[in-house]
T-cell receptor, first 115, second 113 residues
């Protein structure tokens, strides 16, 4: 069974640009959550998608957005990039919503560097 | 690695010894707890979970203990091996899941040969 796949693995962008990251969950999983990991703040929850709808959202500005497609694949978008957006962005896949206390599996992440 | 710059507690143990990693969680309403292991350059890997109606759960070489009275979680790794070297995170899930998983800051486990 294939794991969670995130693309691209590495990305370098310039301040002010926008970026789109992709996550393919484990087959059959319907929930995709996104997290940001930085040295200063650790792992922080961005948002969760289930059945193509955003269910939960963390404390991030509106520049961070996402969507989920009918095949459960998800994308997240960051607009008007800032230096502080440099981070490892992780996607987690689970069978049900996180509210159902279900096991979450992480991808390897996308390392975004903003210069 | 991803955690350079973040002052992580470090636990150094001899290969073959048992390791105990501790975590204090924040929300008394949390009812689901997970331990993750993250090796350099990789995403967090699920190790073991426990629900709030349990005090202890065992896996292969790992045991998680939950003390709800003092909001404390621990991960015990038996007979540590070099491959156990990683950063270990505890995570809690709040009833209703409004905020997704809330992660602790992590502990860097170093295995001495």
């Amino acid at each position: 069974k294939a794991g969670v796949t995130q693309t691209p693995r590495y990305l370098i962008k310039t301040r002010g640009q926008q970026v789109t990251l992709s996550c393919s969950p484990i087959s059959g999983h319907r929930s995709v959550s996104w997290y940001q990991q930085t040295p200063g703040q650790g792992l922080q929850f961005l948002f969760e998608y289930f059945s193509e709808t955003q269910r939960n959202k963390g404390n991030f500005p509106g520049r961070f957005s996402g969507r989920q497609f009918s095949n459960s694949r998800s994308e997240m978008n960051v607009s008007t990039l800032e230096l502080g957006d440099s981070a490892l962005y992780l996607c987690a896949s689970s069978l049900e919503r996180s509210a159902m206390n279900t096991e979450a599996f992480f991808g390897q992440g996308t390392r975004l560097t903003v210069v | 690695g991803e955690n350079v710059g973040l002052h992580l507690p470090t636990l150094s143990v001899q290969e073959g010894d048992n390791s105990i990693i501790n975590c204090a969680y924040s929300n008394s309403a949390s009812d689901y707890f997970i331990w993750y292991k993250q090796e350099s350059g990789k995403g967090p890997q699920f190790i073991i979970d426990i629900r709030s109606n349990m005090d202890k759960r065992q896996g292969q070489r790992v045991t998680v203990l939950l003390n709800k009275t003092v909001k404390h979680l621990s991960l015990q790794i038996a007979a540590t091996q070099p491959g156990d070297s990683a950063v270990y995170f505890c995570a809690e899930n709040i009833i209703g899941g409004a905020d997704g998983l809330t992660f602790g800051k992590g502990t860097h486990l170093i295995i001495q040969p």
